[in-house]
């Protein structure tokens, strides 16, 4: 029951990290070609209005929309040279508390974000005047789908520790 749980929340969670990765990727793009058009515009005319702030906000936003993948990936720093010298099972103990401390710490931070979009509804950027409240509300949507990226890491874990890990 367990495993078919995990399995088919596992498949749901990768596809909205995908999605994430992939509108990162975009905003990327798009933050490369910016800035190379506002230093073109810098050495001929004249620079982009707003290049700055766009950039800072965009780079923001892959930050954020990317946590989750890189979660998936197992992409974020971690040093287990002392962890690993553990029994496996252990290592299962310490992966289930360090994940569930995890997922409160992200849970409050996500919220926080939140409510933070609410308290700022109405400031704008200094020159495009751009609603910084959807920059954060998108930033917040990224911390949530790193939050559902550590509830399935925190599950696997559960598995792992009660033995049904068939790996």
């Keep these: ?4 749980t995990i399995s088919s929340f596992e498949t749901v969670v ?3 990290n995908k999605f994430a990765a992939i509108i ?3 905003i990327l793009l798009a933050m490369m070609t910016l800035t190379f058009l506002d230093v073109v515009g810098r050495f001929f005319w004249q620079p982009i209005t707003g290049a700055h702030e766009l950039t800072y906000m965009a ?3 892959i930050v954020f929309l990317s946590l989750g993948f890189t979660q998936v990936k197992k992409g974020h720093i971690s040093i287990d040279f002392l962890v690993e010298r553990f029994p496996r099972r252990f ?3 310490l992966s289930l508390i360090t994940y569930g401390v995890m997922l409160v710490i992200l849970a409050l931070m996500t ?3 939140f409510t933070y979009s609410v308290q700022i509804s109405s400031t704008v950027t200094g020159d495009l005047g751009l609603k910084v409240s959807v920059f954060i509300i998108t930033g ?3 911390l949530a789908i790193f939050v559902l990226t550590i509830v399935l890491d925190f599950l696997k874990s559960v598995r792992e ?3 049904q890990d068939e790996s």
């Design 1 to 4: 029951m367990l495993n078919r």
């Design 14 to 16: 990768l596809q909205i």
């Design 24 to 26: 990162a990727g975009v």
């Design 59 to 61: 780079l923001a936003l």
């Design 91 to 93: 290592q299962a103990w």
């Design 111 to 113: 919220w926080k974000t």
């Design 140 to 142: 917040g949507i990224g």
């Design 161 to 163: 520790v009660v033995g």
